[in-house]
């Protein structure tokens, strides 16, 4: 179901104007945007590097096996899903990726800031975007999947998008989540990156307990260099002038393409059953009980 941002009302049309309040979204750059204001406040994420962002994410060997490792989770848990929804879709890139990978489903996208809407209606045009705050999401058992990739490191209020969350998912639905792991590698890049936490993976079970999820498979990834990232992230604990923080993602193509050879490796040990005790980043599935 559907529900009207201002008053809680089921919507029965189409369309998210609501006749017992009265209240009609605004339209952002073309698209429905239910929270305006938090689009322009851009508190999350700096809207000027999603141009850059959307060109090297194709590239990146990072983002390009999260992607594989995100489809062989939906692939498992949920092989037959109807409705997905990702929260915080950014450019796009992974719902570009569930998109070639399940072609029958119905997809729909949110994020805060429409600068990145704009792109990801370009690499996804069949999807449905809505600008939105995932603290407030007017959803009840709505979808068959929910997903938000490395989005609730940004939201100081992250157990509330988990509760959101878990209300817009059908009963029996899934929930798949990654997130930055171990505190211990915070660093500038996290500060510029408008990170809120990073995490351990006592806390996320904990948190999606709360929320109300059983927990399906919890791993790390990025185990492999989790060394490399050590030595990275430890040496820039404190602020530069000229820091870069997309400038990780700006590698040669053979230490990327080795790099990317190594999380695939990576990959098979999850996909036969492992789960990875160490790693950069988490991967979480959960469900909402029958």
């Known amino acids: 179901m559907r529900l009207c941002p201002g008053c809680g009302t089921v919507l029965s049309a189409a369309a998210w104007d609501c006749s017992a309040c ?22 999350g994420f700096d809207p000027a590097l999603f141009a850059e962002l959307a060109v090297l994410e194709s590239r990146n060997f990072w983002f390009r096996a999260r992607n594989r490792l995100i489809v062989w989770a939906l692939q498992r848990q949920a092989p037959a899903f109807t409705d997905f929804l990702e929260v915080g879709c950014g450019t796009g890139y992974v719902l570009q990726g569930v998109a070639a990978a399940f072609p029958q489903a119905r997809l729909s996208a949110t994020e805060a800031q429409t600068e990145g809407l704009q792109f990801a209606a370009a690499r996804v045009p069949q999807a449905a975007f809505l ?94 260099l989790l060394p490399l990232m050590m030595l990275s992230r430890l040496t820039r604990r404190t602020a530069a002038p000229d820091y870069d923080p997309l400038a990780e993602l700006r590698i040669g193509a053979v230490s990327n393409a080795l790099l990317e050879r190594a999380l695939d490796a990576e990959r098979l040990l999850i996909r036969a059953g492992l789960s990875l005790p160490f790693g950069g980043s988490l991967l979480a599935v959960a469900r909402r009980p029958l």
Do not use: N
């Not at 209240?23 to 508190?43: D, H, K, S, V, W």
């Open 131 to 224: 600008q939105m705050d995932a603290r407030r999401m007017p959803f009840d058992r709505e979808f068959d999947v929910i997903g938000a990739f490395d989005v609730i490191e940004h939201i100081a209020e992250d157990e509330t998008v988990l509760m959101e969350m878990y209300r817009a998912l059908r009963p029996g639905g899934s929930l798949l989540l990654t997130v930055p792991q171990h505190p211990f590698l915070w660093s500038e890049y996290d500060v510029r990156a408008h990170h809120v936490r990073r995490y351990t993976a006592g806390e996320l079970r904990q948190k999606l307990a709360r929320a109300g999820c059983e927990i399906v498979k919890m791993t790390s990834f990025v185990s492999a």
């Open 22 to 43: 009265g209240y009609r979204p605004q339209q952002r750059a073309g698209f429905i945007a239910l929270a305006p204001e938090l689009a322009a406040q851009a508190e």
